[in-house]
């Protein structure tokens, strides 16, 4: 079923200190937000502990950055599936930009990270963008549809329901230039025609955007019918605005 999901992606940032203030202060800011709207908190992998055990009982749900892509052994460093599931993380992101640019992930290297994610049976955040290159080249639609593929091809059935798909163009993530409302919708819409041609229940994916979302973008964002939430970067260390990118997903058409 879709779902509507703001996810925070803390990236490498933070101490035990703020993991305490801003948790605490993003719990008492949803506290009473929309059930229907799940709050995801993704940490460093060091303080998913600490999180598992603020969020335990509460609406935030939690999620990891990174997973190995094996199941166990001598991989120095890695972390695996299997441990996320322990630890009571309902979300992996795959894919994100910064894992494919700065570690070199390729496209095999996010298939195989996703069927892992899939195999513990936790939930997926596949994050796929074009560069500001393929965009001015006119390939960003292009680019997108061939990750989805490569990533998700020979999905069945019931493991559908553990994708979600974010849409971060990589020259809007970090640098305060977000995709317009429009141009962000017309990708998601082209996303869910190509999820649909891979066989998955295209309108019960949900879609996600990222990249410089920040409240006053946020609104217009959510108010596109193929947008159900958005994955955020900086804003989501503030916690008083990330609460209220929280909130425009409650009620997009109310606050405009
Ligand atoms: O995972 C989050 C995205 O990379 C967006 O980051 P940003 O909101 O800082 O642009």
Redesign the pocket.
Known sequence: MRRKIVAA?W?MNGSEEMVRTLLKDVKSGVAGLDKGVEVVIIPPSLYLRDVQQEVKGSQLRLGAQNVARWQAGAYTGEVAAEMLSDFDCRYV?VG???RRQLFAESESVVAEKLQQVLGANLNVML?VGETLEQRQAGQAEQVVCEQLSSALAGLQGRQWQQVVVAY?PVW????GKTATAEDAQSMHAVMRKQLAKLGAPAEEITLLY????KPESAVGLFQQPDIDGG?????SLVAADFVEICKALEAPDAIS
């Open positions: 992606n990236k992101l994100h930009s910064e994050c971060e809007a993530i970090g640098t990222g990249g410089s979302v994955l955020i970067g900086g804003a």
